[in-house]
T-cell receptor, first 113, second 113 residues
Framework: DTAVSQTPKYLVTQMGNDKSIKCEQN?????MYWYKQDSKKFLKIMFS???????INETVPNRFSPKSPDKAHLNLHINSLELGDSAVYFC????????????FGPGTRLTVL | GNSVTQMEGPVTLSEEAFLTINCTYT??????LFWYVQYPGEGLQLLLK?????DKGSNKGFEATYRKETTSFHLEKGSVQVSDSAVYFC????????????FGTGTSLTVIP
């Protein structure tokens, strides 16, 4: 069973469109994250949720909006896509305090044309 | 604040060579330290970790020792294999900001036969 899954794996779309990426974890973790990885492999945290509550909201354009319907899911909606949004987006989850390890999903490669 | 600085790549080694990837950190509290590995086309996976000073993390022949006096967590392997080709990320998690991870910029390793 996949611990952290993301859909879709690849997403190709036109500038100006709105798209969503879904993430689900079956580890029973309370905390989930979204990261953006650019073409140079630099990893930047975007958001973090703990038990459906937003706890980290880095400097990210407000075109990006996370939504957590329950603690096993954290989806990422992106409005008015721009060329610079092209990247690989990773979802991750983490167990309770004292269990520091993050578990990453396989990533979603977003290409904006 | 918290930050991680790791050796820039790319690094290219011959099979069976010795590997060192340097990582130093800055933290306000008592961080846990991690090495994550990202194989081509995949998400990040935990390689090893250490949660307190002088701890040594090890896995798959890789080792790293938590050195508080030099604020370092260098990754080493005595004899690399082609299958070790990947991007390696050093990271920390601080008890005071336990929900947030701080990643280094990643070091790409290519091992040639």
């Amino acid at each position: 069973d996949t611990a952290v899954s993301q859909t879709p794996k690849y997403l190709v779309t036109q500038m100006g469109n709105d798209k969503s990426i879904k993430c689900e974890q079956n580890l029973g973790h309370d905390t989930m994250y979204w990261y953006k990885q650019d073409s140079k492999k630099f990893l930047k945290i975007m958001f973090s949720y703990n038990n459906k509550e937003l706890i980290i909201n880095e400097t990210v354009p407000n075109r990006f909006s996370p939504k957590s319907p329950d603690k096993a899911h954290l989806n990422l909606h992106i409005n008015s896509l721009e060329l610079g949004d092209s990247a690989v987006y990773f979802c991750a989850s983490r167990g309770p305090a004292g269990t520091d390890t993050q578990y990453f999903g396989p990533g979603t490669r977003l290409t904006v044309l | 604040g918290n930050s991680v600085t790791q050796m820039e790549g790319p690094v290219t080694l011959s099979e069976e060579a010795f590997l060192t990837i340097n990582c130093t950190y800055t933290a306000t509290g008592y961080p846990s330290l991690f090495w994550y590995v990202q194989y081509p086309g995949e998400g990040l996976q935990l390689l090893l970790k250490a949660t307190k000073a002088d701890d040594k993390g090890s896995n798959k022949g890789f080792e790293a020792t938590y050195r508080k006096e030099t604020t370092s967590f260098h990754l080493e392997k005595g004899s690399v294999q082609v299958s070790d080709s990947a991007v390696y990320f050093c990271a920390l998690s601080d008890q005071w900001t336990g929900n947030q991870f701080y990643f280094g910029t990643g070091t790409s390793l290519t091992v040639i036969p």
